[in-house]
């Protein structure tokens, strides 16, 4: 079964940086398009930053500048490099694996930005 497992999130100030992970298992991550969505308290979940297989970037333009995704195709692991955060980063944070033939979620990891 695929599997996709977040790390790195946690209490960050506001302008602080996070990097998530998230680890593959059951896919093979270059071969998707990989995306990390959020979801904040009272809020629909909204697209941050996706890579598609073919190795094209797309960010939502809350983070655009801000944020950077990558992916190490040897570790079969995804990135998301967030710098200057903001409270309004807050959210609960998914990663996303997506193909012609499944969509794969992981269990969301917790980013608080204090003010």
């Known amino acids: 079964q695929v599997q996709l497992v977040e790390s790195g999130g946690g209490l960050v100030q506001a302008g602080g940086s996070l990097r998530l992970s998230c680890a593959a298992s059951?896919?093979?991550?270059?071969?998707?398009?990989m995306a990390w969505y959020r979801q904040a308290p009272g809020k629909q979940r909204e697209l941050v930053a996706r890579?598609?297989?073919?190795?094209?970037?797309d960010y939502a333009d809350s983070v655009k500048g801000r944020f950077t995704i990558s992916r190490d195709n040897a570790k079969n692991t995804m990135y998301l490099q967030m710098n200057s955060l903001k409270p309004e980063d807050t959210a609960v944070y998914y990663c996303?694996?997506?193909?012609?033939?499944?969509?794969?979620w992981g269990q969301g990891i917790q980013v608080t930005v204090s003010s």
């Open positions: 996303n694996a997506d193909s012609f033939r499944t969509e794969s």
């Open positions: 059951g896919i093979i991550v270059s071969r998707y398009t």
């Open positions: 890579i598609t297989s073919g190795g094209s970037f």
